[in-house]
């Protein structure tokens, strides 16, 4: 199988595999989508103005030393993925993934056109990886680009290596779809991995699509993963409250910039008047 580049360092590595794409989004951050506002079909036509539809989603690797098996240039396996935060099926939002691989693997661009949307591979380097989900054509035209670092070594340098227990980072996010259309609406609204608005008393819409077929809906989610077991629990309340703790703390900051500011303008005059009573 192919391996890391040698270009590519263990730690702390630049990103060797030169895509272009904005700036790395934090963890723990929103990520929102404007939804489409013009399609050919009627039902896609008519949105619901100041509604929100939120998809939480989870983005990471593992990574498994081989132990006795590791080589120079084969140290580790590893997969890299998109999925649900509770691990349902991301097929009724994403249509396709591109995972951006490192020059060196074999065919670097790895297209996925259903779920489960992950890319398992070997190697010995880190480097950074380029997410790309398309969405479905009542969603959003523009794609959205995700990056994830890989790791393949602890954070504690003095901790040793382990055959049995992965290297896993993880980030949780929240595709956030503003003013989607009824008939995005009408698809997804019993669907488990979305999150769907309070609509206002008497409010109508189109009736839901039928459900997919169950066993066809299990074969792309993550339930029954085997990397499942290492996988992390984020919970929607707590996520949000660190994101409100983040956002009080900028606050805050920023009061006490604006604070100090101000006495600066009263403190000036007054040293001013001081200087003259002296001469």
């Known amino acids: ?6 270009s590519a360092k263990k730690h702390g590595a630049e990103d060797p595999s030169d895509v272009s794409g904005p700036t790395p989004k934090s963890q723990r951050t929103k990520v929102v989508v ?14 619901l103005k100041d509604a929100e539809i939120s998809i939480p989603i989870v983005f990471g690797s593992i990574a498994f030393w081989l132990g006795k098996k590791a080589s120079e240039f084969q140290s580790h396996k590893w997969t890299v993925y998109v999925r649900g935060a509770t691990n349902e099926d991301l097929g009724v939002v994403v249509k396709r993934a591109v995972f951006q691989l490192h020059a060196s ?7 996925l056109e259903s779920p489960p949307f992950e890319v398992s591979e070997s190697g010995w380097g880190e480097f950074e990886i380029a997410i790309t989900l398309h969405f479905h054509s009542d969603i959003c035209e523009k794609p959205l680009h995700l990056f994830h670092h890989l790791k393949l070594y602890p954070e504690d340098e003095s901790g040793s290596l382990s055959t049995k227990k992965p290297v896993v980072v993880e980030s949780y996010d929240e595709i956030v779809l503003t003013e989607p259309s009824e008939g995005f609406f009408a698809r997804v609204q019993n669907h488990p991995a979305v999150i769907v608005p ?3 008393p008497g409010f ?8 997919e077929d169950i066993d066809k809906r299990k074969r792309g989610d993550t339930k029954d993963n085997p990397l499942s077991q290492w996988f992390s629990n984020f919970s929607e309340a707590d996520e949000l409250l660190k994101l409100a703790a983040a956002r009080q703390q900028v606050n805050v900051q920023a009061h006490i910039a604006r604070l100090r500011r101000q006495l600066t303008v009263i403190d000036g005059p007054h040293q001013q008047m001081k200087s003259s009573s002296d001469m």
């Open 1 to 6: 199988m192919p391996q890391s580049s040698s």
């Open 204 to 211: 109508s819409l189109p009736p839901p699509v039928p459900n």
């Open 105 to 111: 693997f074999n065919n670097p661009t790895r297209v």
């Open 34 to 47: 404007k939804s489409a506002e013009e399609s050919d079909k009627k039902s896609l036509k008519k949105q």
């Open 198 to 200: 309070r609509l206002p």
